[in-house]
C-alpha cells in the first residue's frame, strides 16, 4: 500500500493537481486523501476506506523497526525537514512573515509590541 501511494503522489497527474493549488488552504491534503482512498480500494478496503487510511498512516507505528516500511512511506522519503540551528534562549533572526493572501511583514515588527517572550510554533500538514 506505501509503495502504490507513492506512485501515485509522484505520478505527473498528482504533481499537476499540487501544483494547481496553492500554498495556503487544503487543496493539497484533499489530493492527498483522495490518492490515499484510492489504495485503499485498490488493497481490498473499499468497504472501509477509513481503516485503509489508518493502515497507511500509521504503518511506521505499526512496525517501528522494519526498514522496508520507512523506506515506502512517501513523506519519510520526501520529507524536507531538518533539525532547527536555533535553541533556547537564541535571538530569534527577523525573518519575513508572509501571509495566504500574499502580504508580507517581518517577524520583530509583529513581536515588537509584546512585553513578554513570544512562542513560536511553525509547521506543515503537506
Known amino acids: 500500500m506505501l509503495k502504490r501511494d507513492d506512485e501515485l503522489r509522484l505520478s505527473a497527474r498528482t ?36 481503516e485503509g487510511l489508518e493502515v497507511m ?3 511506521t507505528s505499526m512496525f517501528p523497526d522494519d526498514e522496508g516500511v520507512r523506506e515506502s512511506c512517501h513523506y519519510y522519503r520526501h520529507n524536507i525537514h531538518v533539525p532547527c540551528p536555533i535553541s533556547v534562549g537564541d535571538t530569534i533572526p527577523d525573518l519575513p512573515i508572509i501571509s495566504c493572501s500574499g502580504g508580507r511583514r517581518q517577524l520583530h515588527e509583529l ?16
Open 57 to 59: 498512516r500509521c504503518a
Open 15 to 50: 504533481q499537476k493537481a499540487y501544483g494547481r493549488c496553492s500554498e495556503c488552504g487544503d487543496g493539497k491534503l484533499k489530493i492527498t486523501e483522495a490518492v490515499q482512498r484510492q489504495v485503499a480500494r485498490e488493497f481490498g478496503f473499499a468497504a472501509n476506506i477509513p
Open 111 to 126: 513581536c515588537g509590541a509584546v512585553e513578554h517572550p513570544t512562542l513560536l510554533l511553525a509547521g506543515s500538514i503537506t
